[in-house]
């Protein structure tokens, strides 16, 4: 757990927390849809170049270490400035 973490309020940890967990079931949901699609779903090239750019900039986030957080990103207003 890195300092920046443990230095949390609850409330905070919580949100967090949450939010992985909706992160997980998101994932699992979109492991499911890709798993079920077959090519010719996706005649719509652009459609396709989207889902995938979208999946290399998880995977791209998911492997960095020490980001700062943008608060306009976070669910429900976490991390704004009064909240």
Same mark, same amino acid.
């Given at each position: 757990?890195?300092?920046?973490?443990?230095?949390?309020?609850? $409330?905070?940890?919580?949100?967090?927390?949450?939010?992985?967990?909706?992160?997980?079931?998101?994932?699992?949901?979109?492991?499911?849809?890709? /798993?079920?699609?077959?090519?010719?779903?996706?005649?719509?090239?652009?459609?396709?170049?989207?889902?995938?750019?979208?999946?290399? /900039?998880?995977? $791209?986030?998911?492997?960095?270490?020490? /980001?700062?957080? /943008?608060?306009?990103?976070?669910?429900?207003?976490?991390?704004?400035?009064?909240?």
């Amino acid at each position: 757990m890195s300092d920046e973490f443990g230095s949390l309020d609850a $409330n905070e940890k919580a949100g967090i927390g949450a939010t992985l967990i909706w992160c997980r079931v998101l994932a699992a949901k979109i492991a499911n849809e890709l /798993r079920n699609k077959r090519p010719e779903h996706f005649v719509d090239k652009l459609s396709l170049a989207d889902i995938h750019a979208s999946l290399e /900039r998880a995977a $791209n986030v998911l492997g960095q270490k020490g /980001r700062q957080a /943008r608060p306009h990103l976070l669910p429900c207003g976490e991390g704004v400035a009064g909240n």
